[in-house]
Every structure is written in C-alpha cells, then in structure tokens.
C-alpha cells in the first residue's frame, strides 16, 4: 500500500459525459501528479500541481482539468467524454516536486471505461 | 522514434534464470525511474538512480549516463516477478516523466 488513494476504482459512462475522479496523497506529500494509460498510448504524464498550485502540464486535453485543493487532495475532471478516454488513470504524490530527485508513489489507478 | 526505449517487448524465463531488461532514452534527464506494474493494475516505484547502479533484494538497476542506457536485472527469477517493467525518465525543465512502453515480464515455474 503506498499511502496514495484514489476513488472510484472503477467508472463506467457514456460518451459526452463528465466524470470526476479524486485523489488522496500520502500524508505529507505535498505534490501530486495525473497519469493516463491507454492500450496504444501506454503511460502518459497529464499534469502535475504542488502545494496547491498547478506546476506542469503534459499531454492534457483542453476536455480535461485539474486541481489540488487546500487539504492537498487533488480531482481531475473529465468532460465532454469520447470513447478513446478509456484508460485507467492514476495519480502519484511526492514530498517535492519532480526536479528535486524524488521518487513517486502510485495510487490504484481508477479504470474508466466510456461506453 | 519514442524518447525512451525498452527491449524485450515480451521476455518469457524459466525459474530462477538471471533476467535483464534494457532502457535507453534519448533525451537530457535528471533521474531514471525503474517502476513494476502488476496484472491487477497497481505501479510500484522499484528504483530511481541518476548515476552507478543500486541493489534491492535480488533486484540491481545500473544506469550508463554517457551512454543514455540503463539495465534492470533481476536474479534467481521467481514466478511472483511477472510484471509489467516500466522505464520512466525525468526530462525537461520540470523533470515530468517520459515513459517506456514497458516489458512484460512471465516467469514460468
């Protein structure tokens, strides 16, 4: 168990809809980071925020938003849903930022699934 | 041409073979990841090394700077060891990681 939760684990919906997936770190960490994983694409980094406030962005579609609230925990939101946002989504958390030579600890992922 | 390779694709081993997967990026970093993947989905960190090699347990990771190239050993192989292998870079300004395709990794009893 690495101290990272996320819910739900698993989501399923229809095209054009919006979902939200949510993301504890572990205790302490005060940065946290998106991934997506799909089939053809493998892992990707989505984007990345620290204490609160949006640091990186990676390969983020303009559909997709994030952020990371006063407690740490973070949400990132998916809208406007089309088939090829299936993938399974996880979220990591650090001490510090990526930069600083830190290693990352993985959540669960939550596996979506757009019908 | 991806910024970070890995080969095998697939690597098939008997119990208790000596296993090693290859890495090679193509792009500045600041550290090399080395991450397991099991079927059920879960990503765990195994290693993060910028320079020499590290040990843990029967797991040994290396990293050639000069050469953009790292390798992942594993010895004694046990069933338990089939993953997914992922290598992760950190590139760029803000150091975001770049992945490989990863390797997957069976052990046969």
């Known amino acids: 168990d690495s101290g990272v939760t996320q819910t739900p684990k698993h989501l399923i919906t229809a095209t054009g809809q919006r979902v939200t997936l949510r993301c504890s770190p572990r205790s302490g960490d005060l940065s946290v980071y998106w991934y997506q994983q799909s089939l053809d694409q493998g892992l990707q980094f989505l984007i990345q925020?620290?204490?609160?406030?949006?640091?990186a962005k990676g390969n983020i579609l303009e559909r997709f938003s994030a952020q990371q609230f006063p407690d740490l925990h973070s949400e990132l939101n998916l809208s406007s849903l089309e088939l090829g946002d299936s993938a399974l989504y996880f979220c990591a958390s650090s001490p510090r930022p990526t930069g600083y030579g830190e290693t990352q600890y993985f959540g669960p992922g939550t596996r979506l699934l757009v019908l | 041409k991806n910024e970070v390779e890995q080969s095998p694709q697939n690597l098939t081993a008997q119990e208790g073979e000596f296993i090693t997967i290859n890495c090679s990026y193509s792009?500045?970093?600041?550290?090399l990841h080395w991450l397991q993947q099991h079927p059920g989905g879960g990503i765990v960190s195994l290693f993060m090394l910028s320079s020499g090699k590290k040990k843990h347990g029967r797991l040994i990771a290396t990293i050639n700077i000069q050469e953009k190239h790292s390798s992942l050993h594993i010895t004694a192989s046990h069933p338990r060891d089939s993953a997914v292998y992922i290598c992760?870079?950190?590139?760029?300004?803000?150091?975001?990681?770049?992945f490989g395709k990863g390797t997957k990794l069976s052990v046969k009893p």
């Open positions: 925020y620290y204490n609160g406030e949006e640091r």
């Open positions: 992760a870079v950190s590139a760029g300004s803000q150091g975001n990681l770049i």
């Open positions: 792009v500045g970093i600041s550290a």
